[in-house]
């Protein structure tokens, strides 16, 4: 019978010292490595708008906006994002207003349990300035092949094509991708 | 006078909360000095533990505690076994928790965890259903309580004697629920009582469970569930997650979170079990159904025994004066399946739909003239009447809605470049399950009414719908209800499953409520009373009353798709749904849940499947990047319609359950579709492009 031996453990210093600017308002913290943007917001700074789907960057879930660009906040490493400037689902209304693509989520009821949502809505902000920005997906037509390709850099029409494509990396297992999508659409330019 | 408010589209009252991140779910709840604990599942598929090695794991700074067998606290007896963790060492399955690291911080728990080294004594196993597996039986139930055999007529007779006979068998692996909050809770022991914050569909039971376990009074016990990151069945029993923390919260002294790995929920969370489905229809030539037969094989655990009722459709659907319903189930080396929305039903009419289709074509009969020519006047199996079933009206209405009279019926007759394009049709039904539930409704000191009743809102509405229940029995605006819901300090109620909460929650604020209103009456009608008035109703005896009618929910669902020639890839691009399910009490969540199911129905069609590795004895698609439930990008237009019944036979809200139906006919009009679009008949599910293409020549 094979024996499958586990390697060693050795202990290190594993913390450092970071400061994450989160939702406007500066934190420095004293993380382990190991650590993730995800853990450090849920863990220590008691930011549970993220939420953990998978801990694996399969779900989007943990969505938030760092330095304005949509990003699994499990897939990355506190010590990676020391001065980071990071919005998360929490920092996104203004006072009791909440954010037009927020109003749109509740208007076209874009969420059943809500678990998801928090990632659907920052990765939606995030979507929607990749697009305005120019940047293409996987269903933007090819510039010069006629039938509403964009000019290069100019901004992306979202047709719902475009926001079904742009918005697959956040899974929603209530099936609520109709609503989103018309949510998402009602913001969209 | 005022419209009612049930029926119309309020929104989410918690929905606020929930988009701007503020909702709690189940290890959200900020304790002071919180501990994190990480659970290790066995790695052999069947034996016993022989030593937990846990000196390097131990030494890890910040290092708390190594539960196993050999020091675990001993619990009191479970009514589920899946709830006795850490008891003994004998390993039933693969996956099966064989211990749990304990720690300062998640990192360190789960360092801890991996650092674990278990010695296994390692027996062969047997993990794979086959249809002639040696160890099926007959149980005498199928889930539910259904009985695991039904026979009526002559079947071998009336099949025989058939003009025309559909003789076909299709199989299913196995689902996973992967609700997207995986299981969790965080466990805080105070004076002796416990409080578990529990991702779950009833706290209630999860309370009554936890205290023997534990040795506690129910009242030392509270469980809070107050926002679920939805659970779609494999939350609605108690989960060893609760245990575990509330376990380990006992033994550091301090409060403890724990939230299950993703990858590890295959193991211990239930599944929809795989099953191999024989359907056998004998008709006559204007296709009146006289023989039917629908046989299950499926796989249970040998921790306990759950039995997919897969062939239950069958005793409700159709005409079939000569039938023969059966359920055969293999203890396996598995996980024990369990509860995945639709349970039997979901599966049962994947395979009793794509068999009506055959019928149709073999036949030559429009598939929905077929239903409408086997529409039973009272219930097959039972003979009862109906309390509503406008299954027809469904189809011809969904007919009309989709364009179904264009349709040219002859497989593969339209093609747009490599994309074969086919419609297909399939008849849903769900049944109308409700328990008793007690709740409480009083009077709030400044004005208003407060409803209190441990319903648990999973993501269906239920917060929303019961305070619109509550409106109307009051004969108030809604927003005169407060409503409390999600602790099991509140008035005990029954789980969110079985399409049953919203009728048994509601019957029993709607009485409860009632009753108040009547008080405030005899008080003087006075809007602010004085004193705080208040009633409270059970309604056992009541909503689990027998009933003369068959109670059932139908729908109609149609399916469009376009199937790459060149890959086999098959994309859907539109589902429409038309549901009967009584009365609709709120429009706007109503017609989440339905889409809801249908996208899930759209998942079982074309991507959701779990391989049993023979080998290892494990799932081999355990997490979201191999277990494909769908993306956005997956999901064309699904429309969802109803037809509002006034059924006075079911409760005081006149409503069905909708939180199961919408996935029911989904994979089979899609299977129906796919074969029109084709003229392939796939027999299995998921049809993946490779099974596709593997028939496309
Ligand atoms: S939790 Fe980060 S992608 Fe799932
Ligand atoms: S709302 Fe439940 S997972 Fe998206």
Known sequence: ?189 | MRPPETGAPLRRLEGQLKVTGSARYAVEYALPETAYAWPVPATVARGEVRAVHAADALAMPGALAVLSHENAPRLGPADDPILSVLQDPHVPHRGWYVALAVAETLEVARAMAAALQIDYAADAHDTVLTSGHPKLYEPEQANGGHPARRESGDFDGAYAASAVRVDATYTMEAEHNHPMEPHASTAHWVDGGLTVYDSNQGSTKVKQALAPLFGLRPEQVTVVAEHVGGGFGSKGTPRPQAVLAAMAARHVGRPVRLALPRAQLAGVVGHRAPTIQRLRIGADRQGRIDALAHEILTHTSTVKEFVEQAATPSRTMYTSPNSRTTHHVAALDVPSPSWMRAPGEAPGMYALESAMDELAVALDIDPIELRVRNDPAVEPDTGKPFSSRHLVECLREGARLFGWADRDPRPRSRREGRQLIGTGVASATYPVLVSPSTAEACTEPGGGYRVRINATDIGTGARTVLAQVAADALGVPVDHVLIDIGCSDLPAAPLAGGSSGTASWGWAVHRACRRLRALVEEAGGDEVPSTTLRAFADTAGEADAASDYARHAFGAHFAEVAVDADTGETRVRRLLGVFAAGHILNSRTGRSQFIGGMVMGLGMALLEGSTMDPVFGDFAERDLASYHVPSCADVPAVEAHWIDEDDRHLNPMGSKGIGEIGIVGTAAAIGNALHHATGVRLRELPMTPDRVLAHLG
């Open chain 1, 1 to 189: 019978m094979a024996t499958i031996s586990k390697p060693t453990v050795q202990h290190r210093p594993t913390s450092s010292e970071v400061t994450l600017r989160v939702n406007g308002v500066s934190h420095r913290l004293t993380v382990d490595h190991r650590t993730t943007v995800l853990d450090a917001l849920r863990e220590h700074l008691d930011h549970t708008g993220p939420k953990k789907g998978c801990d694996h960057g399969q779900c989007g879930a943990c969505t938030v906006l760092v330095g304005g660009r949509r990003t699994n906040s499990c897939l990355l490493l506190a010590v990676a994002a020391d001065g980071e400037e990071i919005t998360t689902v929490e920092g996104l209304s203004d006072g009791e207003q909440p954010h037009p693509v927020q109003r749109a989520f509740l208007d076209h009821d874009g969420f059943q349990c809500g678990y998801c949502t928090p990632g659907q809505v920052c990765s939606a902000i995030g979507m929607l300035a990749e697009a305005a920005d120019g940047h293409p997906s996987h269903v933007t037509p090819l510039p010069g092949t006629g039938s509403g390709a964009p000019p290069p850099g100019s901004p992306v029409p979202l047709t719902p094509a475009e926001i079904r494509e742009r918005m697959s990396g956040n899974l929603c297992r209530c099936g609520a991708y109709p609503n989103i999508v018309a949510a998402i659409e009602e913001v969209a330019p």
